[in-house]
């Protein structure tokens, strides 16, 4: 029988008002239900909401040092139980164990910084142009916060939303991904045992067109912190404008890796592969397209096919697998779709290239790691994003001619180049329109207590992680004291002629 998950609502667990639920399964056997949760609906997100209001008025006066002492021990907590909860996320969203530890790592990360935050959340105090005259600007909580995340980090990218948000004073409504439903459930459990007071975090499990849009529209709810596809960004964008709530978008990217003549050649290969193929190529941060000058285009391709081929696939939670499944039936479609559009555009396919029906991959969403060459900076598969193990290679003739490639797309979330000339490692820094460069390293491999985030259509101009986001879940008030003891005009009385 597979276990029952639900709600997590006002400090009580319970199904969806209407008793629906839905199914989920293990992307690496489908065969195996992972659990049923709770299907729910608009009138779950409005108890949820009324919830999350009442418990505002008494959390938002927690003194900050307490609600980051409460993130300790979630951090804490996340340590004891790290292996089981990186089990769990295999088993529902596929990715490989050890990047699955790596996940609840970043969570534990971003705990302990938020409950260090707890702490610092400074403000400014700053001299008044009038006499006998106090300023200080001080952040303050906002509200109920709706939190909405993607499938591909479970773990890591609740916890950097709904940990900042906690700290700085906000509940929280948290709707998870349908794809990875028991990992936030997990979640939410560890903080509810870390002694997060009823009604401050509430999880409403469901799809997004029913729980998602219901948060967004919702008058009660003051920001939304939202992770995922850039289609489902614009229309969060849209939707909230009526209320003119605030809201965060991280989304989709399309970023390359570019190699230049003088790289470590060795480091370049090591870099890719991992950018690439590491959660099978499921991250926002994946490298989907590989620059290659072309003095070394042909044998860097060579011996990249080689090692692509050499990759294996299987269970995650197996020990030697390199890369898992896709996450489910549409997305596997989708990787075949690009690689059908790929060919059909003139690119040639050098790896991969195909669903693998042998053994016990039949059973899963596997997709044969792909590489193609003779991609051309107008492909679709050169400027859409295919969120699976699809790498395009492009050539390229000088570091400029490169950079413009690399920055001919609507996206611009993770990039990186690999040289040893530090005047086009500089130049490089300087020309890319990226929200994060690396030199020397993949695109992929954030880390919590840096800014996270894109320019362009990856996002609406916030960071997550490190101190930025703080500035999200909070509010500045400027507080003037005047202590004259008459009344004095601020450029009129220190300006008459
Ligand atoms: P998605 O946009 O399909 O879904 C994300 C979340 O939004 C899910 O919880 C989903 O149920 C919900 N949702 C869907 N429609 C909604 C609606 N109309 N209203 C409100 N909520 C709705 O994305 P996904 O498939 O889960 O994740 C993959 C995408 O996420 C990729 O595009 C990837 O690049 C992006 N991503 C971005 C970052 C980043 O930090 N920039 C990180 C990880 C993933």
């Not at 907590?77 to 790290?82: G, I, R, S």
């Not at 403000?123 to 906002?142: C, D, Q, Y």
């Not at 003088?262 to 991250?283: C, I, K, P, S, Y």
């Not at 996450?327 to 059908?340: G, H, K, L, M, P």
């Amino acid at each position: 029988m597979a276990k029952k998950f639900q709600n997590y609502v006002d400090g009580k667990w319970v199904d969806a008002i209407s008793g629906k639920t839905f199914e989920n399964r293990n992307p690496a056997n489908w065969d195996e239900v992972v659990g049923t949760f709770p299907k729910s609906g608009k009138d779950d997100v409005e108890v949820a909401i009324r919830a999350a209001r009442r418990a505002f008025e008494e959390w938002r006066l927690v003194p900050a040092p307490k609600r980051g002492d409460i993130l300790k021990k979630v951090g804490d907590l996340m340590v004891e139980k790290k292996e089981e909860l990186a089990k769990q996320m295999t088993r529902e969203m596929g990715k490989v164990l050890a990047e699955t530890r790596g996940d609840v790592q970043e969570g534990i990360d971003t705990a302990y910084y938020a409950a260090s935050e707890g702490r610092r959340l400074f403000g400014h105090t700053v001299p008044s142009e009038l006499p006998n005259k106090f300023n200080m600007a001080m952040r303050v909580p906002i509200g109920v916060a709706g939190i909405i995340t993607p499938w591909n980090f479970p773990m890591a990218i609740p916890t950097w939303k709904i940990f900042p948000a906690l700290v700085c004073g906000n509940t929280v409504v948290f709707k998870p991904a349908s794809d990875t439903p028991a990992t936030a459930t997990a979640l939410v459990e560890i903080l509810a045992e870390a002694g997060v007071p009823p009604g401050v975090v509430n999880i409403v499990h469901g799809g997004g067109g029913e729980v998602g849009n219901a948060i967004v529209g919702h008058d009660e709810v003051d920001l939304v912190s939202f992770t995922g596809s850039t289609m489902v960004g614009k229309k969060i964008s849209e939707m909230a404008s009526a209320t003119l709530k605030r809201v965060s978008l991280e989304l989709g990217g399309k970023n390359a890796q570019m190699v230049m003549p003088d790289a470590n050649m060795e480091l370049a290969l090591d870099g890719v592969l991992w950018g690439a193929f590491g959660t099978t190529g499921q991250r926002c941060t994946a490298t989907s397209r590989l620059l290659l000058h072309e003095k070394i285009h042909d044998t860097f391709v060579a011996e990249l096919v080689k090692r692509v081929e050499a990759l294996k696939l299987g269970d995650g939670l197996k020990p030697g697998i390199d890369v898992g499944p896709c996450v489910n039936e549409s997305q596997q479609q989708t990787v075949q779709s690009y690689v059908d559009i790929g060919l059909q555009q003139g690119a040639k396919v050098v790896a991969g290239g195909r669903i693998p029906k042998d053994g016990d991959l039949a059973r899963g969403w596997f997709y044969r790691p792909t590489v193609f060459t003779g991609v051309q900076p107008d492909h679709r598969i050169a400027k859409e994003e295919i969120f699976g193990p699809v790498l395009s290679v492009i050539k390229f003739r000088t570091l400029e001619e490169g950079i413009r490639i690399l920055n001919d797309t609507i996206y611009g979330l993770s990039s990186s180049l690999y040289t040893t000339n530090i005047n086009d490692a500089y130049t490089a820094i300087r020309d890319i329109k990226a929200g994060i460069t690396y030199i020397n390293a993949p695109t992929i491999g954030a880390e919590a207590h840096m800014p996270f985030g894109g320019v362009k259509q990856t996002g609406n101009g916030h960071r997550e992680g490190g101190w930025t986001v703080y500035d999200f879940f909070s509010e500045w008030k400027t507080v003037y004291v005047d202590y004259s003891g008459g009344l004095q005009r601020a450029q009129i009385d220190n300006y008459q002629d």
